[in-house]
Structures are given as C-alpha cells and as structure tokens.
C-alpha cells in the first residue's frame, strides 16, 4: 500500500514547539501551515526561522 500525500498548499497544524522537542498539542502551541511549509520546517523550532518571520511579517500564513 503507497502512503497519499496531501497536496502542498493543503492546510495542517504545524507546532510552534515541535513533538520532537516535547511540544503540546494544546491550542497555544498550534498555528496553521500549509503542508509543504510544515514538512520543510520539520523539527525546527519555529522562532527565528524564515517561516516564523514570514508570519510575522504577514500576520498570518494563509
């Protein structure tokens, strides 16, 4: 059986502090992401990455 994929702009919930590095699932610690965003980030913190400044630069990721 082959795995699907989600399409690269499909919307997933990216964590502020990765799983890897004991983050929660609680609410303060999720933001949306598009897929390929998310995968690419990987278990990267996300403060002072490229992604997070494009955030904050935008307001939003969508």
Not at 4 to 29: F, M, Y
């Amino acid at each position: 059986m082959l795995a699907s994929v989600p399409a690269l702009c499909a919307p997933t919930l990216d964590h502020v502090i990765p799983q890897a590095r004991r983050g929660s699932h609680k609410e303060k610690n999720l933001l949306p992401a598009h897929f390929s965003c998310n995968a690419a980030r990987g278990s990267k913190a996300l403060k002072g990455s490229i992604l997070h400044q494009k955030r904050m630069s935008s307001g939003t990721h969508f």
